[in-house]
């Protein structure tokens, strides 16, 4: 079993969201096409601010709100509760994890002077504005390393941040993603639909 090791890149750090909404405008870079192989995905994600939703984010929201998870969340290809596609024979495997829908001028369709559904936004607004990249090290493990988004105006402000409660919503967030994802790449791979060269794609979704 690879081992999960999170990492804080920042020694000490103070945040206080000063309430002005830039994080719920999101970025969909165009200079990528609607499928973004791995090896690019660092460089997406530094250009991109797009809201990951978990099956457990759009299942709250839904509850909340009375919405169809369709109405909540883009996805590329049909949103139908399998984020993991295989093409071309097996050689592409493509996961099209969803993301909240923007309003035709990038705003969440939850934003409404402010966030509108506060009490059960995502965990990938509850992180904002730190952000996560994940890396496979050499011997298998998983290291998610935690930066921030400078961009923000909060930073600097407020009160020092919990380090402990910052890790614990990543890890959060990174177990509830590989519930959602990781019993369909095992039903596939058991079925052999899977190429052992298989490259892995991430989708741009909702552009
Ligand atoms: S988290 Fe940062 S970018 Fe988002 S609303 Fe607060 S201050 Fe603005
Ligand atoms: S759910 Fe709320 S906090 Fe998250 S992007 Fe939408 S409006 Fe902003």
Not at 132 to 143: H, M, R, S
Not at 165 to 185: G, M, S
Request: with cysteine.
């Amino acid at each position: 079993m690879p081992r999960v090791i999170v990492k804080t890149v920042f020694k000490d750090i103070r945040f206080q969201c000063q309430r002005c909404g830039s994080c719920c405008h999101h970025k969909r870079p165009l200079d990528f096409d609607d499928l973004v192989p791995m090896e690019q995905i660092k460089e997406f994600w530094q250009k991109s601010n797009l809201i990951y939703l978990t099956e457990k984010d759009v299942t709250a929201i839904a509850k909340e709100t009375g919405k169809k998870a369709a109405e909540i969340v883009d996805t590329l290809f049909d949103y139908d509760g399998c984020y993991v596609k295989i093409r071309d024979n097996g050689c592409q495997l493509i996961l099209d994890l969803p993301v909240m829908k923007s309003k035709e001028d990038t705003t969440c369709i939850f934003y409404k002077d402010r966030c509108s559904i506060y009490s059960v936004r995502p965990i990938a607004c509850r992180l904002f504005p730190f952000r996560v990249e994940e890396e496979t090290l050499t011997n298998g493990d998983i290291l998610l390393n935690i930066d921030c988004n400078l961009t923000c105006p909060g930073i600097g402000k407020g009160k020092k941040v919990d380090k402990r409660k910052l890790e614990k919503l990543v890890v959060d967030q990174f177990l509830q993603r590989t519930e959602d994802i990781n019993p369909h790449v095992q039903r596939l791979n058991a079925s052999g639909a899977i190429s052992k060269k298989a490259r892995i794609f991430r989708t741009l979704p909702g552009r």
